[in-house]
């Protein structure tokens, strides 16, 4: 974890879904860049519990704890813990998502509800959560120029739809647009709030798209770049978009994607 810039040194981050893939790397980047950070998680807690070993190893502080980001008392929790321990919050990183896949015909209900409440009801009462805090503090010149933080974790999947996963896809979709309305709402209190789209990331969520060569191959046909991304590709981009080089921006998506939302299938003229 080579510390580059301690660009977020005196901030407090909190990272939803942080006991692997995307969310562990974005909590150790925070880290790296000077944040202390709130590591939640929803399963089990080894995962969490190593990536706050990993930050304090490095010099670091963190802690971990448990909430399921769907449940409003318990996304309370988790903010109130962090304020406790740290005195406030300057970023949100809304990670915690989940997949739930099926043919449009198959599915359930019950798959289609909880994919919304966890990637798209979560994402909003965590937020919420946050500005009300950061409202709470109020601005704090020395620290941040924004007042806060916000970063909703979305996908190339609010631009490109997705058979076989409608409720991922309309979750994002309802990412993009519930980041954008938040971004117009708060930016008069200098409260900057973005998203960023990974493309193909190497994360568990996805580990069964990539279990054979052809597999990988077929999905390398998706991405111009020609790799499938890390999750550190997408912690250093959180990392930067948290930081004050990145102040001028808000109410927009940043793609970390290999260049997917090209449409590679057209390259040869259609």
Known sequence: MAVTSQRLAHQVALVTGASSGIGAAVARALAAAGAAVAVNYSGHP?????????????GG?????????????EVQALFAETVQRYGTVHILVANAGIQQDAKFVDMTL??????LDVNLTGQFLCAREAAREFLRRGPQPDISKATGKIICMSSVHEVIPWAGHVNYAASKGGVMLLMKSMAQELAAHRIRVNGIGPGAIATPINEEARDTPEEVESLLRLIPYGRVGQPEDIGQVAAWLASDEADYITGTTLFA??????YPGFESGG
């Open 110 to 115: 019950a798959q289609w509800q909880k994919v």
């Open 61 to 73: 502080r963190a802690f971990s704890m448990r909430a399921d980001v769907s449940r409003e008392d």
């Open 46 to 58: 080894e995962g969490a519990d190593a990536v706050v070993r990993d930050i304090e190893a490095a």
């Open 257 to 262: 994607d290999g260049g997917m939302l090209l």
